[in-house]
Each structure stands twice: as C-alpha cells, then as structure tokens.
C-alpha cells in the first residue's frame, strides 16, 4: 500500500481527536516506524488507530517485531510508556480466531490490572473477532466456569485463581503458546513464582515467554536461565528510571501537619485528578473520611474491600467521577488513568521500586506530571536511599509550582 493510500484508509477510520498535549521523548523518540511497518492484520491495524495510537512508542517498536518472532522477551522499559500494547499486539496479530481453545496468557499480579488489560484487549481487537476472558481471585468461580466453556483465546488472569480453575479442569493450557508476564518482578517474587511456574509447566515446551516490568530484581535471572535460555531477547530502555515528564517535589512536615499540608496543595495545584497513597488500609481510610469532609469529592481503594467494590471505585475514578483517590499500593502498578496528572505521597513509601511505580501513575504515555512527597524528619533516610537507588533528584517544593510542568 502505498503512503497515499495508507493516508487515504487512515481517514476513512473513526479515529479519535489527535492527542495535542506536551510528550517527552520516553514515548516520541519512535525512529520513523509506523505500526503498518510490522505488517500486521488490517483489521488489527485499524483497532490500533482507533483505540488512540499514532505510532509505536519505542518499547513498542523494539518489542513487537521481536515478539511477532516467537522470540523470548526480557524488556525493561520505564511506567506509562506502553509495555502493555508491546505484548497484547503480537498475541493478537498472532492468535488463529478460527480456533477456540486458549492461545495466549497473560499473567498480572492484581485483579485491577486483569480488568485493565482485558478492556484493553476487547478494544484493540474488536475487528478480529477475539474472545477473551478475565480470571481472578474474589468473583464467582461458577461464572468462570460457564465461560470458558465458549470460545476463549486469550485469558488475563491472576496466577491463584487461573491455577485453581486449570487443576479443576476446567481451563486447559495445553495448546496455549503464548504467554506474557506483565509487573513480571512481582509475579517472579515468592509470593507467586511458584505458583506461575506451575502454570509454565501446564503450557507446550514450545511456548513464548515475554516479561516485560519497569524493575526487575536479581531473582529474574534464574527464572529467564531456568524457563528461557534460548531464543529469549532482552531490552532495555532503562538508561534512567524515572519518566522524563514527572517533576518530583518534596515538602518537610511534621506528621500532625500532614492534612494541612494536603490541603494547601488542593487549593494551590491545577488538579486533573489525584492518587494520593498511604501505607496502611487504616489510614487510606481515614485519609480519604477527612477530605471528603472538607468538601472535596474523594474515593478510596484497598486491598482489604470486596471485590466488587474495588472494581466500583476504579470504575468511578476513571469514569472522572473523583478528582482525588485515596489508595493503598494496589493501584501502583500497572494502572493505566491519562487523566492523572498528580500524584502525592501523603506516606512516603519505603522501599525505591514502590516509590518508583507510585509516582508512574502520573506522566502517562509521555504526558507531563506532578509528583509530590510528604517528608516527615523520620523519612529522611529513606528520601536520601531513593534518590541515590534510582539515580534521580527530588526536589525541595517551590513556593509556586508552574502550571508549564503539569498540565499541558
């Protein structure tokens, strides 16, 4: 197809509004390639476009070639720059939808990040006809079951759950030869590693495995030589680990100052929308009952609440039914709202991958965003650990924080 006729069938699509805002260079640095230059399906193609992408962000472009290969993939690439398109096309663009058994498995750590990914797939791949299923712990085992009696191509599942439907009988691996992991330093950790390799074990010896993670701790490196010694690609764009369009501010408070202080930031900031994070159930709780009082529309999210009503909250929040959301670490990884452009840690976390992941929700897809840090005298060390872990600087907050660096 020519480029005149590549414009010409572009137009002839329902594409979005072209996004305008200011993007770094974590998603624009594309070296020229276009998603027609993977020869992909047509009908592939034209959910893409239609879902929003323009062209391939540069995990995107070094991973799915790669993938499209049946190649083994280790990828780093930073939060919010589109690892999750980086596996969901090439299974997509090599499913056989003729067939009904499963053919590809992605595997996430949390039941938020199942939903997402699966919403994501029915989107992109809405012309080729996919069937695909979400599986995870704390929903109805008797609805699993009926559906996949259907059709179904590529499961999304938590490990626990998808194992315990597969002992059963229930769900079958056998024929299923691609598999993703997606936070895969999470899933390769004790409390699921084991559980994953049993589902490895499940698949054909020919099967695909693709990590993809913004960290990836020292106990990768014996599940790659155990499970993908051969054929496997690794990739890196983790030159520096912080997204290029987050600016990181710190503000030294007393802890009984800590409310004030967040209320003086909601008058002060241009908020979109807002996690704020805290570092126990109790005070994500709490937090969220004292800004809700004060007037400001506030949800909150734990680990601890029924199923059911995590995923009302995330509906809400996404929906832009909140500006703010109160929330333990089980939204940082993965969780994927544009519109997040703040990110504050009432509670400073206490370890560098946490904070990491953390202020990732905000700067999505290159976007700019605002990260901001509470910093009582006892997380002093844990402020100088970070910065020196991940090789950033987080800065004193300025009496007037430009508009510039936020919110275009």
């Not at 809400?316 to 703040?342: P, W």
């Amino acid at each position: 197809m020519s480029k005149e006729e590549l414009e010409e069938w572009k137009a002839s699509l329902k594409l979005p509004p072209k996004d305008t805002r200011v993007k770094t260079e974590d998603v624009m640095n594309t070296k020229n390639i276009d998603f027609e230059d993977f020869n992909l399906n047509r009908e592939l193609l034209r959910g893409i476009y239609e879902y929003g992408y323009e062209y391939p962000s540069p995990i995107q472009g070094e991973s799915i070639p790669v993938a499209l290969l049946g190649n083994h993939i280790l990828a780093r690439a930073k939060n919010g720059t589109g690892k999750t398109a980086s596996f969901v096309i090439p299974i997509l663009e090599r499913l056989d939808t003729t067939q009904k058994h499963i053919q590809g498995l992605i595997l996430v750590p949390t039941r938020e990040l199942a939903l997402q990914h699966a919403a994501f797939i029915k989107s992109i791949g809405k012309y080729i006809n996919v069937e695909v299923v979400a599986l995870t712990g704390g929903t109805s085992v008797r609805e699993d079951v009926v559906r996949l009696k259907g059709t179904v191509h590529v499961v999304v599942a938590t490990p626990g759950r998808l194992r315990d439907l597969c002992e059963r009988s229930v769900a079958s691996l056998a024929k299923c030869e691609m598999v993703a992991m997606d936070e895969a330093d999470k899933l390769l950790s004790q409390e699921f590693v084991e559980c994953v390799e049993d589902l490895l074990r499940m698949t054909p010896e020919t099967r695909q495995i693709m990590l993809f993670s913004a960290t990836f701790p020292i106990g990768v490196k014996a599940f790659k030589d155990k499970w993908m010694a051969e054929r496997c690609s690794e990739i890196n764009l983790m030159e520096e680990l912080t997204l290029k369009g987050v600016t990181q501010y710190y503000a030294f408070v007393e802890e009984r100052q800590k409310v004030q202080c967040l209320s003086a930031l909601f008058s002060k900031l241009s908020i979109n929308q807002a996690i704020i994070f805290c570092n126990s159930v109790q005070r994500v709780e709490l937090l969220a009952k004292m800004i809700s009082q004060s007037g400001t529309t506030c949800l909150y999210i734990h680990s601890h609440m029924d199923q059911a009503d995590r995923n009302r909250v995330f509906h809400q929040f996404r929906k832009g039914m909140a500006r703010n959301l109160v929330s333990s670490d089980l939204i940082t990884r993965g969780i994927d709202i544009q519109s997040v452009n703040v990110v504050i840690n009432f509670d400073f976390p206490t370890n560098s991958q946490s904070y990491l992941h953390r202020i990732g929700r905000s700067g999505r897809f290159g976007h700019l965003g605002l990260a901001i840090n509470l910093i009582t005298p006892q997380d002093r060390m844990a402020l100088y650990r970070i910065e020196h872990e991940l090789g950033t600087e987080i800065t004193a907050i300025p009496p007037t924080i430009d508009k510039s660096l936020y919110c275009i």
